[in-house]
């Protein structure tokens, strides 16, 4: 069976609105999980995720710039959005399973799926649309988010995997009441 066509790799407008919305939402989880970082404690680890969101929300930006330029972004319903696999955009999808005890090399590992899932999903639309103009925006999109996954590969090897044992809490969060 072939897989079905991304309608974002259709037409300019449609790609845009997929950035944007894929954008918009990688910066959105990576505000709650610098949020999350902070409630532990680790304000360096945070910063790196305020400044993931700030490259989203700037990609957003340059997004808007883009579309400034091709006329309006059509109107897309949540639904009609096409990602490779799943409903929930690229960037978005890997966060499902935060732990609240989450080490940063827990939320570094979401970050890496989360800037790779965005990768591969510009880049198949490069692969997959016939509009040059779209190829170009997309292939351009997939090395800032080639770049991301580099920086936070960077970061991995100073948070290596933690001790078995990192998610035991000696006092559980009271869930009764
Ligand atoms: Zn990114």
Sequence with gaps: MKTKVLNGAANVGLFLAHALELENEAAERYEELADSMEAH??????????????????????????????????????????????????????????HYLMKPHHALKMALLSETQGNKYYASVAAETKDPEVARLAREFAEEEAEHVALVRKWLERYPLPKEGWDDDPDPPNISD
């Design 41 to 98: 404690n680790n304000p360096e680890v945070a910063k790196l995720f305020r400044d993931l969101a700030g490259y989203s929300r700037k990609h957003a930006a340059e997004v808007k710039q883009v579309a400034a330029e091709h006329g309006p972004v059509p109107k897309v319903a949540p639904w009609e959005f096409q990602w490779d696999s799943t409903t929930e955009s690229p960037e978005a999808a890997s966060f499902e399973h935060a």
